[in-house]
């Protein structure tokens, strides 16, 4: 799986499936972050596929979605408790990680 390394926290990757999830926590990952809305793509697998598999790993989950263009204030609220909350590093995804990687990048901004 190929991600990008943002800080020791947080890395960013493209679209999970729920098998690569225990590969994330044999990597070091503590928990995932899933900034994609249910149902973006007919292809993509659901939040609560996604958090089932994820508990069966030993993974945190959590679940901040956003509309692509239309990120607010209260989403990278949420992204910021989510990487407060995690007790090591996360992995951040959505379909390309460009989101993840702007809700990253507006945390800083309030840090």
């Known amino acids: 799986m190929e ?11 493209p679209q999970v499936r729920p098998e690569e999830l225990r590969e994330i926590a044999a990597s070091g990952f503590v928990g995932i972050i899933n900034n994609r809305p249910d149902a ?12 089932a598999e994820a508990g069966r790993v030993g993974l945190a989950y959590w679940h901040v979605p956003v509309v692509p263009g ?33 809700l990253w990048k507006g945390t800083q901004a309030i840090s």
Do not use: I, K
């Open 40 to 51: 973006e793509a007919p292809d993509q697998p659901s939040s609560l596929e996604l958090e």
């Open 70 to 102: 239309a990120m607010s204030d209260n989403d990278v609220r949420a992204f910021a408790t989510a990487l407060h909350e995690a007790d090591g590093p996360v992995l951040a995804f959505c379909r390309t990680g460009n989101r993840s990687t702007a």
């Open 3 to 13: 991600y990008t390394r943002l800080s020791e926290q947080l890395a960013t990757a």
